[in-house]
């Protein structure tokens, strides 16, 4: 009988050794949207402008596009970063694509923690704007936590604030009481 104890036990530890041997870690790498100079956060056309990417809704297959644009380089990483989430709020230019973030929405606030994670406080806006489907929550809060995230580096995850205050979610879909990494593919 103790002999069968010690047989299943000794099993039961080959297996698990077996198991996490074969495991494997998965990992997503951001799109290339990388500047190439050398601090990559701070690459700035001789206009004085920078190259963003910004991320809305491909219209008919509900996946993420690139669209690229300048803005005005700004003295620190929290400005340019401030720039690039104007610009999102502004919606695409072309007409393959579709806004994500509602224009109620305006930006109050912008700032990155030493840790990399960007605090990014909107309006309620941000809230009202939304109809409440949990798609449209989905990609308004990932084309924020992306195009931050793919464009600076510096910042590796993104917290949403309303009014200052972090909250549960934005229309009762996406947890929202945590910074977030990107996520490309859903």
Excluded: C
């Excluded at 000794?10 to 077996?18: E, K, M, N, S, Y």
């Excluded at 610009?87 to 606030?109: F, H, Q, W, Y």
């Excluded at 809230?127 to 449209?136: I, K, V």
């Amino acid at each position: 009988m103790k002999t069968a104890a010690v047989l299943i036990a000794l099993l039961v530890v080959i297996v698990g050794a077996v198991a996490l041997w074969g495991a494997r870690s998965v990992t997503v790498n951001r799109p290339a949207v990388r500047p190439g100079a050398s601090d990559p956060g701070r690459a700035t056309l001789e206009s004085g402008k920078k190259g963003v990417t910004l991320f809305f809704l491909a219209r008919g297959d509900f996946s993420f596009r690139e669209e690229k644009r300048e803005i005005e380089g700004g003295a620190t990483t929290a400005d340019d970063a401030k720039r690039a989430v104007s610009e999102l709020i502004m919606g695409p230019k072309s007409g393959d694509l579709a806004p994500t973030v509602p224009r109620e929405a305006k930006l109050l606030n912008l700032f990155i923690d030493s840790s990399g994670t960007a605090y990014v406080d909107f309006n309620q806006g941000l809230r009202d704007g939304l109809s409440g489907g949990a798609q449209e929550e989905l990609y308004t809060v990932f084309s924020i936590v992306n195009t931050l995230t793919s464009n600076f580096v510096q910042i590796t995850r993104v917290q949403i604030l309303i009014e200052g205050a972090e909250i549960p979610t934005l229309a009762g879909h996406v947890d929202t009481r945590m910074a977030l990494p990107p996520q490309y593919v859903f």
